[in-house]
């Protein structure tokens, strides 16, 4: 067990939907990061999120957001869902996301089905 | 652009044997690369890291060496388990940035 809880653990919606999922980070980590992964790819990077503020983005879609909240748990909201946007998503968090070194650990993830 | 490359999306090995998992990469910039492992169902699990100061880092029975001018790292496992049996990611990062880049991963079994 990490210590990174995500919810909820499956979700199935039909295109055009909007859905929001939710991390909680582990005990006193500051950053929370979000990565998407599709059937056979590896994981892409999102989204991080430093201590309520946004870090760095990587390869989000427009359709997406997120944010980081006071008690430092995390959303990721998908709106105007596609078939391609079915995938894995995994939260992870880091101590202090300040230096490359930080070990990020990771959710158990939250499978998307778009039908 | 795959930056980071795993090539060999799955390795079978006997139990006892050693197991080599290879990575390639392409940004010059990453100085920091990790493994971590995934079970089915769960979320990856970190196992081992190296800065790109050395060129090999060693914990247990998972060793991963480090080739700069190549720009591949590998991850040895020395004897293997069936517990090793999961899917392993390669992923990079460059200073100052937190982000992981990824490779697509390669499933490892191990036969008993």
């Known amino acids: 067990d990490s210590g990174v809880t995500q919810t909820p653990k499956h979700l199935i919606t039909a295109t055009g939907q909007r859905v929001t999922l939710r991390c909680s980070p582990r005990s006193g980590d500051l950053s929370v990061y979000w990565y998407q992964q599709s059937l056979d790819q590896g994981l892409q990077f999102l989204i991080q999120y430093y201590n309520g503020e946004e870090r760095a983005k990587g390869n989000i879609l427009e359709r997406f957001s997120a944010q980081q909240f006071p008690d430092l748990h995390s959303e990721l909201n998908l709106s105007s869902l596609e078939l391609g946007d079915s995938a894995l998503y995994f939260c992870?968090?880091?101590?202090?996301?300040?230096?490359?070194?930080?070990?990020?650990?990771f959710g158990p993830g939250t499978r998307l089905t778009v039908l | 652009d795959q930056q980071v490359k795993q090539n060999s999306p799955s390795l079978s090995v006997q139990e006892g044997r050693i197991s080599i998992l290879n990575c390639d990469y392409t940004n010059s910039m990453f100085d920091y690369f990790l493994w971590y492992k995934k079970y089915p169902a769960e979320g990856p699990t970190f196992l081992i890291s190296?800065?790109?100061?050395?060129d090999k880092n060693e914990d247990g029975r998972f060793t991963v060496f480090l080739n700069k001018s190549a720009k591949h790292l590998s991850l040895h496992i020395v004897p293997s388990q069936p517990g090793d049996s999961a899917v392993y990611f390669c992923?990079?990062?460059?200073?100052?940035?937190?982000?992981?880049?990824f490779g697509t991963g390669t499933r490892l079994t191990i036969i008993p």
């Open positions: 190296i800065s790109s100061i050395k």
């Open positions: 992923a990079a990062s460059d200073f100052g940035n937190e982000k992981l880049t």
């Open positions: 992870a968090s880091s101590p202090a996301g300040q230096f490359s070194t930080d070990t990020q650990y």
